[in-house]
């Protein structure tokens, strides 16, 4: 699949310390059109990217009335991108 990343995500999630090495690896190999980065990335891998967001969201995305914060809704954005869509 196709990801497509404005440049605040591409640097969020590059520089994030909950993706492993596996992961940014494969984000590192995006290919830059303008402002935009397009990343080629195989179901499974989009699947962990997609989970560690997930978590890191629970952890850091969300102020004391459960409201997303900046760093959460970009989060969410990501767990959205990142969504594998199977078909049956």
Known sequence: MQVRLGPKLFEYVLKGNFLGQRQRTLLMKAKQTGEC???EIGDEDADT???????????????????????GEMLEKLV???LVRRTT
């Open 37 to 39: 980065y397009f990343v």
């Open 49 to 71: 990217i997609r989970d560690a967001c997930g978590e890191h969201l629970q952890r850091v995305g969300f102020d004391a009335d459960y409201n997303p914060t900046p760093e």
């Open 80 to 82: 959205d991108l990142f």
